[in-house]
């Protein structure tokens, strides 16, 4: 079986995805995550950000294995190591548009079969 080609964009988006699972199985305690973007990881090309910003994603996972990333830009400079969960998510809530915050909702909801949700 010949496979096809994947572009570029498409392994820089396998690696952030590995990256992101990586982060979480470290850090069972959280359930979303700050980091900077990489270049090409989104389908959609989400261009330059806005003079002295950079891109950052936060990574939300709404249960184990299932997770949804979304384009921040914040300042140059911005310091995002101190940030917990609930300071990541306003800045989710913020930076979202309402289809993000809809999915969210829907991949909390979903019963993934094979999935099982860490003691609390």
């Known amino acids: 079986m010949i496979s096809t080609p994947r572009s570029i964009d498409d392994r ?3 690696v952030a995805t590995h990256g992101d699972a990586a982060w979480f199985n470290n850090n069972l305690d959280r359930r979303i995550r700050i980091r900077q973007a ?6 959609e090309n989400i261009g330059q950000p806005p003079v002295g910003m950079q891109w950052f994603v936060l990574v939300l996972e709404a249960q184990p294995g ?6 921040i830009a914040l300042s140059i ?3 995002i190591s101190g940030l917990d969960d609930g300071a990541l998510f ?15 909702s829907k991949l909390r909801a ?3 079969p094979g999935i099982t949700k860490p003691a609390s």
């Open 77 to 79: 400079g911005f310091d």
């Open 66 to 71: 299932a997770r949804l990333r979304q384009p």
């Open 12 to 14: 820089i988006a396998e």
């Open 90 to 104: 306003s800045l989710f809530k913020q930076a979202a548009p309402v289809e993000s915050r809809d999915l969210l």
């Open 110 to 112: 979903a019963k993934l």
């Open 38 to 43: 990489v270049a090409g990881e989104f389908a």
